[in-house]
């Protein structure tokens, strides 16, 4: 099976007053057809800005330096604006942390979504448009479709609200979707459903997802493969499985430490000692080596590039596999 | 949010109207009123109107409020001061809402178009209304009628400039505030275009600001209206407006006062009723008092 999407030494650099500073710097990932690829990381670790980097949405003082985010062959990086415009929502379209906030309170819900698909089909009839619509209302698992379509925002719950913009962004039928914390801001139940939904969506399309969370029970629910992401980097990568199974780095170890287990029993959840540097102020070589207790000299010096430990899993440690010093 | 599933999820209900809002408030309620009967009297002015407002009879020059059936007595020509009174709220009233859609419309457009291009035009656009802001209205009214001559034209073009930077002004710090709320993002993740962003966007979440501002605006367009046909630069005699009406009872002051003080008064209760209902507007639709 091919990759759909192919992102390579993709860096993403923001001008300020200190210089510029890459809040992505040389990130190289694929998403296969059909499957999910799961991005996580702590905040700020440059996992949103690496989707909007995917869809050319990264505002001003941001820009994408270099690297290449090819989609079907196509290098988005080097379409023309208009041609831009064309692939968003009709071949990637991205769904939202905040459900409250990212649909607009002024217009009724079908109205919204109508608007969508006109953007890309521009001679469909009224009629049609809201036929299209209350269908992918329907699709999304919304009951009385008819009646939610005359509705506005603020009659919905933050769960159908977040069903809405699901709906908003299939409605061109997009190979790929990337979901930016798409159930952080709802209640756990609601979460399930949602990710139930994306599942059977991701079933009945055949679309790529691109789910980008913090948190890595959503990832071990939904992902097919992970990327983890450290300071604007990523340290590990590989099957879902097998990164969960058989962590390689010791940033990955330290954020499945920090997770509550059902079926371990643990005194104390492990903390990672301090926090993720700044983008302006990246420790030399590693940029994890100040928080690794496994640190050693050559840490300091250089920066490790991702290795291929086993098959298909791939970890930026000099030092991985790290188990072996876990006793 | 709560909870509750989403099947069972109860349609809330509409919240109270804007109308129904401003009514609760007395000040409100009484300036609304105000400017709908104005309104409606310079809308009706020639059914409303005893006389034909260019009728005149110098018998009754100068005849004081009450005399010979004239409720508010006639000017210096004999006219009827009523019917004058009514086509010139009419001539003032069209002339402020001309300003007010003609000035405001283009400011708004600037104050969207420097808010979504924000990093191109957003300099650019604010030092232009910078400029025009360093002008006087009366100033710029003066220039207007020298170029094309006084009249009714040329006090419309000149409010309608001197509108133009304000309302950029309130609608870019409008504009501003919504660019930044996620909604636009998601929407141009759908692939939007620009001006489709901004006509269905933008501007109907700055509709609020733009139109109290409008109203607050309407009455100090009125105002200014007068004062430049005071001066003699708008609405030429025998058209009547209230402002030149004021300046055609000047010179009558001391024999018969009322043919300048009641153009005055009406100009006054204009202008005061758009203010209050301005301020009402601005408390009905303020976001962050909304319950």
């Known amino acids: 099976m091919t990759d759909l999407l ?30 999910t690829l799961g991005i996580v990381g702590e905040s700020g670790c440059g996992k949103s800005v690496l989707s909007l980097s995917v869809m050319r949405l990264v505002a001003h003082p941001g820009r994408v330096a270099t690297g290449s985010v090819t989609l079907d062959g196509r290098d988005l990086l080097k379409l023309s604006n208009a041609d831009m415009r064309d692939v968003r929502g009709s071949q990637v379209a991205m769904i939202f942390q905040e ?27 009224k009629a049609e448009l809201k036929n299209r619509a209350i269908e992918a209302l329907k699709r ?4 009385a479709p008819e009646r939610r379509f005359d509705e506005y925002p603020h009659q919905l ?31 756990v139940t609601v979460q399930a459903q949602i990710l139930d939904l994306l599942r059977d969506l991701q079933q009945e399309t055949g679309m790529s997802i691109i789910l980008i969370t913090h948190d890595l029970g959503v990832v071990a629910e ?12 990523v340290v590990e990568r590989g099957a879902a499985g097998a990164v969960f199974a058989d962590p390689m780095h010791p940033y990955t170890l330290g954020l499945l430490g920090s997770v509550p287990r059902l079926d371990e029993e643990r005194e104390t959840l492990l903390a990672i000692e301090g926090s993720v540097p700044p983008p302006f102020a990246l420790p030399k070589g590693c940029r994890f080596h100040p928080r690794c207790p496994f640190a050693v000299d050559a840490c300091k010096s250089e920066q490790p590039p991702l290795r291929m430990l086993a098959d298909g899993h791939q970890a930026a440690c000099i030092r991985a596999p790290v188990e072996a010093f876990v006793a | 949010m709560s909870a509750a599933t989403d099947a069972s999820e109860p349609i809330a209900p509409p919240r109270p109207g804007i109308l129904s809002r401003l009514m609760r408030e007395p000040g409100a309620a009484i300036s609304l009123i105000l400017v709908v009967l104005l309104v409606g009297a310079a809308v009706f002015a020639p ?5 034909d407002p260019y009728d005149n009879d110098l018998a009754l020059s100068m005849a004081p409020p009450g005399s010979d059936g004239l409720l508010l007595g006639a000017d210096a020509q004999g006219r009827d001061m009523i019917t004058r009174l009514l086509y010139g709220l009419r001539v003032s009233l069209m002339m402020g809402f001309a300003a007010v859609a003609i000035g405001g419309g283009i400011g708004a457009l600037l104050g969207f178009l420097a808010a979504f291009y924000r990093r191109w035009l957003d300099g650019p656009i604010m030092r232009l209304v910078d400029i025009m802001l360093s002008f006087p209205a009366i100033l710029v009214g003066l220039a207007i009628a020298a170029i094309f001559g006084p009249g009714i034209f040329s006090v419309v073009l000149a409010l309608s400039v001197a509108t133009v930077p304000l309302m950029a002004r309130i609608v ?38 733009i139109f109290v501002f409008a109203t607050l605006r309407f009455g100090q367009v009125i105002l200014l209206g007068s004062a430049l046909s005071f001066l003699g630069l708008g609405a030429q005699p025998p058209v009547p407006e209230l402002g030149a009406m004021a300046s055609e009872g000047r010179n009558f002051l001391f024999f018969a006062p009322h043919i300048a003080v009641v153009p005055c008064v009406v ?19 303020d976001p962050r008092l909304r319950v």
């Open chain 2, 172 to 209: 870019r710090g409008s504009a501003m505030v919504v660019m930044r709320l996620d909604f636009i993002e998601a929407a141009r993740a759908t692939g939007m275009s620009d001006a489709r962003l901004i006509w269905r966007h933008l501007a109907p979440n700055c509709l609020s600001a």
């Open chain 2, 47 to 51: 059914l409303l109107a005893p006389t």
């Open chain 1, 157 to 187: 719950s933050g769960g159908m609200r977040q069903r809405v913009m699901i709906a908003m962004a299939l409605a061109c039928s997009p190979k790929l979707l990337i979901a930016d914390e798409p159930t952080t801001a709802l209640d």
């Open chain 2, 267 to 285: 100009i006054f209760i204009v202008v005061l009723a758009f203010n209050v209902l301005g301020d009402a507007l601005r408390d009905a639709l």
């Open chain 1, 99 to 125: 459900p409250m906030t990212s649909l607009n309170p002024v217009h009724t819900v079908g109205f919204q979504i109508t608007e969508a698909m006109r953007a890309h089909d521009t001679h469909a009839s």
């Open chain 1, 140 to 143: 999304v698992r919304i009951p």
């Open chain 1, 222 to 233: 939904m992902a097919d493969d992970v990327a983890v992401m450290y300071a604007g980097r």
């Open chain 1, 6 to 35: 192919t992102i390579a030494g993709l860096r993403t650099v923001f001008r300020t007053h200190g210089g510029e500073i890459a809040a992505v710097d040389g990130v190289d990932l694929s998403v296969p057809r059909g499957r």
